[in-house]
């Protein structure tokens, strides 16, 4: 059985930093994509990043671009998101998805199988 499961979050001053963990389990293949959304209230879910494990591609969202950084420790299959410079418009809740069925990482949400709980991440102004 496959588990997600994240932790970090908080609150924090814009331009502070926080840093998400998501530890991911149950996968019998080494390749699969591990990725951030995250949905504000009243808007639609949106990827922050994605990483795919066998080939380390990395990428971003725009609106977070510079500012984010995915890394991973791949021993423990933990993925880690670093956040700086934050903003009050990053104040959300921030998932981690995670889906072996593909060769690269979707885009759509509606594409990853497997997800945690969400740990929110509040920034003030």
């Known amino acids: 059985q496959v588990q997600v499961l994240e932790s970090g979050g908080g609150s924090a001053q814009a331009g502070g930093s926080l840093r998400l963990s998501c530890a991911v389990s149950?996968?019998?293949?080494?390749?699969?994509?591990m990725a951030w959304f995250r949905q504000a209230p009243g808007k639609e879910r949106e990827v922050v990043a994605r990483?795919?494990?066998?080939?380390?591609?990395?990428d971003y969202g725009d609106s977070v671009k510079g500012r984010f950084t995915i890394s991973q420790d791949g021993a423990k299959n933990t993925l880690y998101l670093q956040m700086n410079s934050l903003k009050p418009e990053d104040t959300g809740v921030y998932y981690c998805a995670s889906d072996d069925r593909w060769a690269a990482c979707p885009t759509a949400a509606s594409n990853f199988r497997d997800w945690g709980q969400g740990t929110q991440v509040t920034v003030s102004s």
């Open positions: 990483f795919y494990t066998t080939t380390g591609r990395t």
């Open positions: 149950g996968y019998t293949d080494e390749s699969y994509c």
